[in-house]
């Protein structure tokens, strides 16, 4: 089973509607992020957290917000999707003795018209 | 501003070698990653330098300047299923990966 989760892998929704991205890990990170990856773009942070109670902004909050349920389960939600938020989504964790080395979930495809 | 930069394209033949670069403008250095991404698939991590130098790991191997702010990554004995894009990411001084655009990697027969 893979360590680094998502749900779901491809997503096509419609101006103004709410979104949910979903990542789950069993890798016993501590830390996770979501990344956007747009064409000929470097991955851009969304937002990350460093565990349960730590949530932090990245370059590329506005539009997006975050919950972290559980150590394992890190979300992303658009509130209100517009056609620039049409990119590849991932979600990534890091942690143990390679703190700093992170590790992407396979990534959700999302759409919006 | 931080700045990562690496070529946009490669090309190289099945069986060479090839270098790719990287240079990096950063508030501070912790350390520089190497990911390889095929088309459409979720990065995976390649190497990890945070000293000068270079460190090898079977085919590949990644080369770091600190004072130069320059680092490679060279494949040897190349396959065709190397033909992805690789990305370097400089850790910061806050503990942040800032992410080069990735550089696109084609093999040819």
């Known amino acids: 089973d893979a360590d680094v989760t998502q749900t779901p892998r491809n997503r096509i929704t419609k101006t103004g509607k709410r979104i949910m991205l979903e990542c789950s890990q069993t890798k016993g990170h501590d830390r996770m992020y979501w990344y956007r990856q747009d064409p000929g773009l470097g991955l851009q942070l969304i937002y990350y957290?460093?565990?349960?109670?730590?949530?932090n902004k990245g370059e590329i909050s506005d539009g997006y917000s975050v919950s972290r349920q559980a150590q394992a389960k890190f979300s992303l939600s658009l509130e209100s999707a517009i056609p620039n938020q049409t990119a590849l989504y991932f979600c990534a964790t890091s942690g143990g003795l390679e703190s700093d080395t992170q590790y992407f979930g396979p990534g959700t495809r999302l759409t919006v018209l | 501003g931080q700045n990562i930069d690496q070529p946009t394209e490669m090309t190289a033949t099945e069986g060479a070698i090839v270098q790719i670069n990287c240079t990096y403008q950063t508030s501070g250095f912790n350390g520089l990653f190497w990911y390889q991404q095929h088309a459409g698939e979720a990065p995976t991590f390649l190497s990890y330098?945070?000293l000068d130098g270079l460190e090898e790991k079977g085919r590949f191997s990644s080369f770091l300047s600190r004072s130069k702010g320059y680092s490679y990554l060279l494949l040897k004995e190349l396959q065709m299923k190397d033909s992805a894009s690789y990305l370097c990411a400089v850790l910061d001084s806050n503990y942040q990966l800032i992410w080069g655009a990735g550089t696109k990697l084609i093999i040819k027969p």
């Open positions: 330098n945070v």
């Open positions: 957290s460093f565990d349960v109670k730590d949530i």
